[in-house]
């Protein structure tokens, strides 16, 4: 209807925009119907296969002004069919298993057309009514996925006004900085002639307590966005320290306590010590146990970055492998990770309801003292009901479909490492706890040569392979069925030597094992054309003396 | 058809719900096709008129564990539609004036459809690619909007890996917050021996710099997002210093001077001077020229928080209210407001293309040096493709679509201004300059008695008149068929004295002049009925000896 109401701009036009809707024979009307019955059939159509080069993307998103007129909505459909949808990433492939994005189940769709449709701003009640309760009652479920008190414990602090059992945010990134922002309130709050850091800002703060500086422990593993909250809270980059791993990626309690020590000795406070609940380039899980132990001997923040694996808490099989996150004072969990939700979920719980005191804020027109509006204990303000998505996938699929789906994603990530050292010319880098892994094409002279070779061999042999490996992964994101990403590592075994992996995550249950053949077919094929990369290798080898051994 | 699959958990049956759509003829396809054709009739039919008590509606969302076993699509659905449905807000009534948040234009739903059925990750190009290049071009033609620099400017700058013309946010408050940290990180900046504030935190930025502290400026209207960034941001609310206003709700430039004075003797830094381009309660706008003078007198970053009134730029009309806006370092403007966008889509603009090295993060699996994905300039990570659909309401109504929208809605703030001045029991509290004004129930003979009221009289009947707006607008929301908001203001020509005011935005280009009619009637009925609050008024207008001058 709206597509034909444009020839000119009246106000009756307008007016028309906003009440009537597309007509179902227009483009928009067929786009909802072919999303509705079929959508992986709809991407698998409209998104090419063929990777376009961005700068040539560029070109049909370069007009900087504002346009003028207004267009019909079937024309810009079409433009959006052709320029953004084509070339946009088919994150819910079974083939796309280089990222956490995964497949939607199907009935999110008109949920989240529902969501959208009823535009609700979580805020405040007066925009959200019963949407503030949903909420509530989905970090109320989260928080008894991990924390598991009783049925009193919930009923006494879910709903209460002056508490909160977590804060949903946009992702994982916020819930982070909400986590450590609440401890930071929370270490340096209110006392004697003190207001407080939040009142007083973080210099005075530290005055108060006598601290020369705050810093955040967590592996070499964790995620850029414990980078940002340290930056973003004033702490400073250079005050998230980076502690030293073992060979499955796990940080090293010896070299935590080490490190704790030294800021002790000069005068600093370790204000949290993070977990890592998966770690985001290799899926392990810290000693989550020895963590809590070792933060409350310190007394310092325990939060544990379970962005990505905090679904795991749903399977019975495999949920001790976050056990000791239940003694976590703070817990970040993305629905939009292996909770299957769309983008823009993320969780922070709290241990204790009244953490979020350190960090409330009111305002006269909405979110007075006394009133239940979520805006007083968030970072966002204005925010969608992304909580209902939540709400609805836990409901629809239970708890035991989540174990099912965690299970079966975790027991193909194990096949696929089986997969892997099947082949000779492959190498698994890191093995999978969850349903990551980190692998890379290895010729087998090159695998069996660097099994002795010295650090130094090592060091002139890995540039070759991580070239190699790149591009090998480019050229499969460009041109192949499938993608997987890359990361760099520094294996122990390999001498910590910085080197290029492929990494996969095997989250979408619609992946098959031949689908993992043909992604291994398809890096082998590529590496067999990389002739001057595989040469350089070659020659490499020779100079170090390690072809002769192998030949 | 996945509705009937979940008799047991297996495997199939989960395959089934990433794999086939609700049948048409289930609940949830049928509601479908309801938002579909009759988005308005649906909300309309499903939300009830009448308010349940919230408590009421929290006994549906007091279940604490994730439920066990999955549950039919349907029946879960009828839940939905039954206790969250029916309980939420009809934020696109054209009777809801009392918030910011208003219809949507339709075709924006399929969109919003098929922007979750892609599911991109505008975090990086990986999982995103043409999403990225269509968020450049948002964030530019909306600088665009603002600085109106050449062409030259945005073909140079607006897909440079390296800059960032903006930074797409789920809301105002983070695009505060983002301004802000920019703003703090480029003034304590990496200089000889010192590595800048992101890297060695606050208060070694300070110490470098030999500043007490740091402060924000803004009026005493600017939004509490600023109390949050001033928090988070370690600067300390105590030192976003609210700034007395005039009789037009604008900052006075003297208190301004006064202030600012004051903390630099004191050994502090104005960070920032922020105007505010329409205030949340009033809709007022700061004079920015004025400001940015001032902030480049005294070497302060100049941020405009037009969250909500930055749209009104599209107004050849009216964008001269905002003139100095383009002199910003940093610009908040709100697609989810007067941009008719779903919520979820902020936004913050640089005046610099290279302001955002100031918070550049990188990764190595993600983010990379040279690499254009967003996430490296942006607060948060994982992010949805939001921007598609500020591109296309920008493309289908276009700036004439969107100048008779806005020209329209201030238009009617201003018929209904009038309405409330032709009632001789109701007052104007504030006028609007935008769609946005504030105004109170005064029974005729007490507002007489207030216009020579001494400042006395008038501490003493205001909270009189506070209890019966506070009763009305309750009342009104409860049971009413509109709803208006209210809020705090304390007008200079009663004395400064706290009053409780009606607030209504009138954005919602299908609300009538009889419904506003209606408003007022209804109100007018109400007080009718308060006949407590009427007594209690009326005594102490004899006590005060008020009644008889007027009787």
Redesign the interface.
């Known amino acids: 209807m709206?597509d034909n109401v444009?020839a000119e701009?009246?106000?009756e036009a307008?007016?028309k925009?906003?009440?009537?809707?597309?007509a179902?024979d227009s483009t928009?009307?067929r786009?909802?119907k072919d999303?509705?019955?079929?959508?992986?059939g709809?991407?698998g159509e409209h998104i090419v296969a063929r990777?376009k080069p961005?700068?040539e993307?560029?070109h049909?998103?370069?007009?900087?002004?504002?346009?003028?007129?207004?267009?019909?909505?079937s024309d810009?459909?079409d433009?959006?069919l052709n320029?953004?949808?084509?070339?946009?990433?088919h994150?819910?492939s079974p083939r796309f298993i280089?990222?956490m994005?995964s497949?939607?189940?199907?009935?999110?769709?008109?949920?989240?057309?529902?969501m959208?449709?009823?535009?609700?701003?979580l805020v405040k009640?007066?925009?959200?009514?019963?949407?503030?309760?949903?909420e509530?009652?989905v970090l109320?479920?989260?928080?008894?996925?991990v924390y598991q008190r009783d049925?009193n414990f919930?009923?006494r602090w879910?709903?209460s006004a002056q508490h909160s059992l977590g804060a949903m945010c946009?992702?994982?990134?916020?819930a982070n900085?909400t986590a450590l922002?609440v401890a930071r309130?929370l270490l340096l709050k209110p006392s004697k002639d003190f207001?407080g850091?939040?009142?007083?800002?973080?210099?005075?703060g530290?005055?108060h307590y006598g601290y020369k500086?705050?810093t955040v422990m967590v592996s070499e593993r964790g995620?850029?966005?414990l980078?940002?909250a340290?930056?973003?809270?004033?702490?400073?980059?250079?005050?998230l320290i980076g502690v030293a791993t073992d060979d499955l990626n796990r940080i090293r309690m010896d070299k935590l306590r080490e490190a704790c020590d030294k800021v002790a000795a000069e005068g600093g406070k370790v204000l949290a010590i993070v977990g890592v609940g998966g770690t985001?380039?290799t899926g392990h899980i810290d000693p989550l146990t020895e963590l809590a132990d070792y933060a409350e001997e310190i007394g310092a923040h325990f939060h544990v970055d379970a962005a990505w694996g905090g679904a795991t808490l749903?399977s019975e099989k495999y949920r001790h492998l976050l056990a000791g996150v239940e003694r976590a004072d703070s817990v970040t969990i993305?629905a939009?990770k292996q909770m299957y939700v769309?983008?823009?979920a993320?969780m922070v719980l709290f241990k204790e309801p009244s953490m979020v005191r350190g960090?409330e804020?009111?305002?006269?027109?909405?979110?007075r003292h006394g009133s239940?509006d979520l805006g007083a204990h968030t970072?966002?303000?204005?925010?969608?009901?992304m909580a209902?998505l939540v709400y609805?996938a836990?409901?629809?699929?239970?708890?035991?479909?989540?174990e099912?789906?965690i299970n079966?994603s975790i027991e193909k990530a194990k096949l696929f490492a089986d997969m892997i050292r099947a082949h000779e010319d492959f190498e698994v880098v890191t093995e999978p706890q969850l349903c990551l892994l980190t692998y890379r094409y290895i010729p087998a002279p090159v695998k069996q040569a660097l099994q002795q070779a010295t650090p130094e061999q090592v060091k002139r042999l890995t540039p070759h392979l991580n070239a190699l490996t790149r591009f090998i992964q480019k050229r499969q994101?460009e041109t192949g069925q499938s993608?997987v990403?890359?990361?760099?590592l520094t294996p122990a075994h390999y001498h910590r030597e910085p080197s290029v992996v492929f990494?996969v995550v095997l989250a979408n249950?619609?992946t098959t094992a031949e689908m993992l053949a043909d992604v291994l077919a398809e890096q082998r094929a590529i590496a067999d054309q990389a002739m001057s990369l595989r040469g350089a290798l070659h020659t490499e080898m020779r100079e170090l003396g390690l072809l002769a051994r192998h030949a």
Not at 140 to 145: A, C, Q, R, T, V
Not at 361 to 367: G, V
Not at 394 to 402: I, N, P
């Open positions: 709206s444009f701009v009246s106000e307008l007016l925009i906003f009440t009537l809707p597309e179902p928009l009307g786009i909802e999303l509705s019955e079929n959508l992986m709809f991407l990777e961005l700068h993307i560029e049909n998103f370069a007009a900087s002004e504002v346009p003028e007129l207004p267009r019909y909505v810009h459909t433009f959006l320029n953004l949808v084509a070339h946009s990433v994150t819910s280089g990222h994005t497949a939607l189940p199907y009935f999110l769709l008109p949920l989240a057309k529902l959208v449709g009823l535009n609700q701003n009640i007066e925009t959200s009514k019963a949407f503030t309760p949903l509530r009652n109320g479920m989260l928080h008894n996925l049925a919930y009923q879910m709903h946009s992702g994982g990134t916020v900085i922002w309130n207001a850091v939040a009142a007083e800002g973080l210099a005075a530290l005055a500086r705050l995620h850029y966005s980078s940002k340290a930056d973003v809270l004033g702490i400073g980059r250079k005050n985001t380039e749903m993305d939009h769309p983008m823009g993320g960090i804020h009111h305002a006269e027109y909405i979110i239940k970072m966002e303000g204005s925010r969608p009901g209902m609805s836990m409901h629809v699929m239970g708890r035991r479909g989540y099912l789906l079966k994101r993608f990403s890359r990361t760099k990494r249950p619609l």
